[in-house]
């Protein structure tokens, strides 16, 4: 049987009409790809995974560079605001401390005066030296904090470091799916402090409830997702909650959040406010270890 000339084109000219629509619905594929990382980077948001199933070879290794260049920066960026923010403070509580020392010693010996004993200034001057006072003790605080030990990062169960900070506060209740056997390193003690950082934040804010959730990451590291039902953090509010001194309480210090993610940072991993909580939570803090 012979096949004809017209056929064959027919049938040519249908695979490349198949070959070119697929071609084009493949661009357009990559197109989209290039338009969410933008609106991601756009947005601040440098979490994006995109898959890399149906790509080619050199389309799947550049798409993989690009997911671990969006960790890299990420990383990089939150080391960069605890170093810039670290060296601000330094010099802050270093020149704070050096303008009130004199406040508080001269409102002192004003105070122990006879003539302003039992006088109308007595109370004014004890006003200023009080709030003095409290203003060092504030920054004291701070400076013991930008003088943090060195780490000693080791292997250690993340369910029984979790359990440790789950048993001094009772109060609240605990739903952990954490298990025995996920492995992470860290040092134990900075990740307990800031376990109960966290916490303490969380009762400050009402929580009744708290998460621990965990998974493991596409590059492997571990997740791990401490969630709380107290007051929702003001929108207003949110992209600001890990700078030294910034507080949404009356009686807060801005301290513990800046805090705990320095502790984390130290040790290459890193902690977040995600944008939308966990299912049954207000408020969900996502740390990341590495692997």
């Known amino acids: 049987?012979?096949?004809?000339?017209?056929?064959?084109?027919?049938?040519?000219?249908?695979?490349?009409?198949?070959?070119?629509?697929?071609?084009w619905q493949h661009q357009r594929s990559l197109v989209r790809r290039a338009h969410i990382m933008q609106e991601a980077i756009r947005n601040h948001d440098l979490t994006f995974q995109l898959p890399t199933k149906h790509m080619f070879s050199?389309?799947?290794?550049?798409?993989e560079t690009l997911n671990q260049l969006g960790e890299h920066i990420r990383e990089q960026v939150n080391l960069g605001e605890v170093e810039s923010w670290e060296k601000l403070t330094r010099v802050l509580?270093?020149?704070?401390?050096?303008?009130?020392?004199?406040?508080?010693?001269?409102?002192?010996?004003?105070?122990?005066?006879?003539?302003v004993k039992n006088s109308d200034l007595e109370e004014g001057i004890n006003a200023i030296h009080?709030?003095?006072?409290?203003?060092?003790?504030?920054?004291?605080?701070?400076?013991?904090?930008?003088?943090?030990q060195k780490p000693v990062p080791r292997e250690v169960d993340l369910a029984s470091v979790a359990a440790d900070a789950m048993q001094l506060y009772q109060e609240v209740t605990w739903k952990s799916t954490l298990s025995p056997g996920i492995i992470i390193k860290t040092d134990p003690n900075l990740l307990r402090q800031i376990l109960i950082n966290l916490v303490k934040n969380a009762i400050e804010a009402g929580t009744r409830t708290m998460g621990l959730d965990c998974e493991r990451g596409q590059d492997g590291r571990v997740l791990l997702y401490i969630s709380n039902d107290g007051e929702m953090i003001p929108p207003d509010a949110r992209s600001s909650i890990f700078i030294?001194?910034?507080?949404?309480?009356?009686?807060?210090?801005?301290?513990?959040?800046?805090?705990?993610?320095?502790?984390?940072?130290?040790?290459?991993?890193?902690?977040?406010?995600?944008?939308?909580?966990?299912?049954?939570?207000?408020?969900?803090?996502?740390?990341?270890?590495p692997c």
Do not use: C
């Not at 049987?1 to 071609?23: C, D, K, Y």
């Open 1 to 23: 049987m012979t096949i004809s000339v017209w056929t064959v084109i027919g049938i040519a000219a249908a695979v490349v009409l198949l070959l070119g629509l697929w071609f």
């Open 58 to 63: 050199g389309e799947r290794a550049l798409q």
């Open 93 to 115: 509580t270093h020149e704070i401390m050096n303008a009130t020392a004199p406040i508080a010693s001269i409102s002192q010996s004003m105070l122990h005066h006879p003539a």
């Open 130 to 148: 009080n709030t003095v006072v409290h203003l060092n003790s504030f920054v004291d605080g701070y400076r013991k904090y930008s003088a943090l």
């Open 244 to 289: 030294p001194f910034f507080t949404t309480k009356r009686k807060g210090n801005g301290i513990g959040l800046s805090l705990s993610r320095r502790l984390l940072t130290i040790q290459g991993g890193m902690m977040s406010l995600l944008d939308h909580p966990r299912s049954g939570f207000q408020t969900t803090f996502l740390l990341e270890f």
